[in-house]
């Protein structure tokens, strides 16, 4: 499709560029000297160069040596946490959860989760991400951020049991608020926290809620094989029969981790009756030695899309779902015993498409085509680490990374232009976060604000 030069100015043009594009079989391909025409927030068109030549713009963005992807989306991630990174180094999950990250959270204020969230976002915009999936508290802090800084975002405020039910009321208000906001980039969950912080009742009175209001459910699940085996101890039911038996399966549901998804569970997440997908992040296992990853080809062969995430930085110490995503195709390969899988292409899939469906927005993100908004990262494949390109899915799953993107767009907005951020003051930020850094990070008090106990 080739707009015609009579119509009106298009909002930005993108021209002499490699553009990744998906064919009516959702295979991976490139289309080489071509342009992006974007109207509204929306991709207009995907063209050739020549084809804009004579076309009127209010911005023309000449990318010659770049290529053009859809924005790359954190599919779980909490994003204040990243005044946390280093904090928890080399610790079991449950000392890590029990004797710093817990007592820590317990000091939280809004205004320490707003300055993590706004670092953290420079952070994601900075590595071409243009939407993640959060999962936090005070999050209102969060919404205000995406709404200042531009980018997208499917935002949750968690909720334990150990609340009371003002902790799920707080869910359920906070995701009715705030859905549709930020001029449609804020999109909201009901986030109970997880099967072992989450009672079966008020599990079931989330899946009423999401049933009620139109909600998806954004929690943890089965994140790691010890959690599986304590659940069956105790209970008789992995964490997946749980969330089966409790209707949670009968929304639309973003299962965080998974690595301790069983056999026996396979078939349960096969009949659910909403869209499941789960978020792998990789980098986590490894930091804490679990024994399993994300059974991304089992889950896939029965239909579960596969996100690519981060988890957040006090955990996994980086938001760079570019490293996700070669880390997801290299741990597949070892785990599987397979070069053959997960391919390069397979995993800007992952990264594209099947993230798009996994935060509940795979008909409008995922792919640079006519009708898709305008979410679009430009990378630079023109460093001597990048040449020379002799399978370009290759190079820019193995090779790129996250500092080669030079430009991020958000329904066609430019948040950072060749490496500049255009939405959020970085120093500003910094000085403020580490004047409260003393208050947050004090654990003499002696209190968490829960137990790991799985």
Known sequence: ?????????????????????HDDQERIGFEEDAAIVVRNGVVEAVTTT????????????????????????????????????????????????????????????????????????????????????????????????VADCGMRALLGEAYFSSQGPEGRERSLEFALRHRGSADGRVTTALAPHSPYTVDDADLAATARLADEHGLPVHLHAAENRDQTETSLARHGVTPIEVLERTGILDADVLLAHGTGIADRDLPVLERSAGRTAVATAPRGYLRFAWPDTTPVRALREIGVDVGLATDGAASNNSLDVWESMALTSLVQKSSEGDPRWLTSRQALHHATLQSARAVG??????????????????????????????????????????????????????????????????????????????????RSHGRRIQNYDT
């Open 1 to 21: 499709m080739t707009p015609s030069a009579a119509d009106s100015p298009a909002d930005l043009i993108i021209s002499a560029c490699t553009v990744l594009v």
């Open 50 to 145: 020549a084809g804009v030549a004579d076309l009127p713009a209010a911005e023309h963005l000449d990318a010659r040596g770049q290529v053009a992807l859809p924005g790359l989306i954190n599919c779980h991630t909490h994003a204040p946490m990243v005044a946390l990174r280093g904090l928890a180094e080399d610790l079991p999950t449950q000392e890590w959860f029990n004797d710093v990250v817990w007592p820590v959270e317990s000091n939280l204020t809004e205004k320490d989760v707003e300055l993590g969230a706004r670092l953290a976002c420079a952070e994601m915009i900075r590595a071409g991400v243009t939407c993640f999936a959060d999962h936090y508290f005070a999050m209102e802090a969060v919404a205000r951020v």
């Open 361 to 442: 927005l795979g008909d409008s993100l995922g792919s640079i085509a006519p009708g898709r908004r305008a979410d679009i990262v430009l990378v630079d494949l023109t460093g001597p680490h990048t040449q020379p390109v002799h399978d370009l899915a290759a190079t820019l799953v193995h090779s790129a990374r996250s500092a080669d993107v030079r430009t991020t767009i958000v329904d066609g907005r430019i948040l950072m232009r060749d490496r500049t951020l255009l939405t959020i003051d970085v120093p500003a930020v910094v000085r403020e976060l580490e004047e409260r850094l003393p208050a947050l990070v004090d």
